[in-house]
Structures are given as structure tokens and as C-alpha cells.
Nanobody, 125 residues
Framework: VQLVESGGGSVQPGGSLRLSCDASGYTYRSNCMGWFRQAPGKEREGDAFVYFGGGSTYYADSVKGRFTISQDKGENTVYLLMNSLKPDDTAIYYC???????????????????WGQGTQVTVSS
């Protein structure tokens, strides 16, 4: 499985970005994808999750109502639409792939099997 993120960049507070994660080397079944962030000096933390089998989505409390995860099965791409961005959202964002349903452990980085290289998001005025 290969994951390639894109769409990062610099934006002012209140702005929006859409991150993309192009995935290859698997088929849509009981797999999951998550979006994580890692800011300098901080641990990697989960922002959003989608289960390909049923379309269930989960979000961290800090991004609920602002971020939306979605999937384009035809293109094998998962998106993270980020609205109302704040300076605290500045981080490197990673997509991650898991071969099984994660449920309550969706935000645990060690539960994922593959990771992308990351894309930088900077929110600053």
C-alpha cells in the first residue's frame, strides 16, 4: 500500500484547505483511513477517520464541525476538508491506512499499517 498526501500550504486564520491522500495497492474492503497531525515537539494525534466498509467517520473533538473526511472510491482518494483553520492547526498532516476495523482505537497511531510522507499545513496571519 502506498499513500501520497498533497494539498498542504499556508493559509490565514479562518481559511480553508483540502488535503488529499492518494492510495494504491489495496482494494476497498474492511479497511480504514485516518488523518493525523504532528506539530513540533508534540505527539502525533488523530483528527479524523473513515471506515471504507460502511462509511463510518469519527473526528477528534478539536476538529468536529470544522474538518470533514470523505472518500472517492473511484479514485482511491481520501480527502480532509479543513475549514475555519486556526494557528493551533499548524502541523504536518499524515494519512494512514489500516487493514482492519479500528473502532474505538482509530486515533492510536500504532494501530495503522501504512503512512504517507506528510504534508505541511501552516496557519498564520
Amino acid at each position: 500500500v502506498q499513500l501520497v498526501e498533497s494539498g498542504g500550504g499556508s493559509v490565514q486564520p479562518g481559511g480553508s484547505l483540502r488535503l488529499s491522500c492518494d492510495a494504491s495497492g489495496y482494494t476497498y474492503r474492511s479497511n480504514c483511513m485516518g488523518w493525523f497531525r504532528q506539530a513540533p515537539g508534540k505527539e502525533r494525534e488523530g483528527d479524523a477517520f473513515v471506515y471504507f466498509g460502511g462509511g463510518s467517520t469519527y473526528y477528534a473533538d478539536s476538529v468536529k464541525g470544522r474538518f470533514t473526511i470523505s472518500q472517492d472510491k473511484g479514485e482511491n482518494t481520501v480527502y480532509l476538508l479543513m475549514n475555519s483553520l486556526k494557528p493551533d492547526d499548524t502541523a504536518i498532516y499524515y494519512c494512514a491506512f489500516a487493514f482492519r476495523w479500528l473502532g474505538g482505537s482509530w486515533s492510536v497511531p500504532a494501530e495503522y499499517n501504512y503512512w504517507g510522507q506528510g504534508t505541511q499545513v501552516t496557519v498564520s496571519s
